[in-house]
């Protein structure tokens, strides 16, 4: 765990959460929050409230970051929708076999977070929303009959690669998962 250079508390308390809720889940400790981003508890309190209003907002910033390389992904991919979606399936597989890898962070802050008025639920339920809009619009552009139903099913290939990549590894469900992404495709056709 590495600070951001001349961090605040407030920052390094987002870096220590976002980094330890990811490798060690939700449940992860408050102390151990503390202690990786070297700030005292009041800090914690003065910035967020508490530890639902850090989760939240680790939440937040991943999803911006994460909807951001969604973007990025399909902007490197070409103008050709087929290809930006399909993208999207090849870069899963590369980031499950990445060292680290644990699935899901919004999968797993759904599951963990046992309060349905966690604010976490929200800010995950919008980062889906998001996603499955940059889906829908790739799919308006390549003429699909039902863009957003057909959303919806990328957006589930997607978390269950994710899940998949994160419980049974040494199997690559990213490629199957872009077999199945071109099926959807190609019932616009």
């Not at 409230?49 to 850090?54: C, I, P, S, Y």
């Not at 870069?91 to 599951?111: S, V």
């Not at 699909?144 to 690669?161: K, M, S, V």
């Amino acid at each position: 765990m590495s600070p951001r250079p001349a961090s605040g508390p407030r920052e390094r308390l987002i870096d220590a959460a976002q980094e330890l809720t990811y490798s060690h889940g939700m449940g992860v400790g408050v102390d151990a929050i503390l202690k990786a981003a070297n700030v005292a508890r009041r800090s914690l309190y003065e910035h967020f409230g508490g530890k639902d209003g850090l989760i939240a907002e680790v939440l937040r910033r991943s999803a911006d970051e994460d909807t951001a390389r969604y973007e990025e992904t399909m902007r490197a991919a070409g103008e050709d929708p087929r290809a930006r979606v399909t993208a999207v399936f090849d870069r899963l597989g590369e980031i499950i076999a990445a060292p680290g890898f644990r699935g899901c962070r919004y999968l797993a802050a759904d599951l963990a977070l046992a309060d349905p008025a966690h604010p976490g639920h929200a800010i995950t339920r919008e980062y889906r929303r998001r996603v499955q809009d940059l889906l829908r619009d790739e799919l308006d552009r390549l003429g699909h009959p039902r863009p957003e139903h057909a959303a919806g099913q990328l957006l589930l290939l997607i978390d269950g690669t994710l899940a998949v990549g994160a419980t049974r590894t040494g199997t690559d469900p990213a490629a199957s998962a872009r077999e199945l992404a071109e099926q959807i495709l190609d019932a616009g056709r």
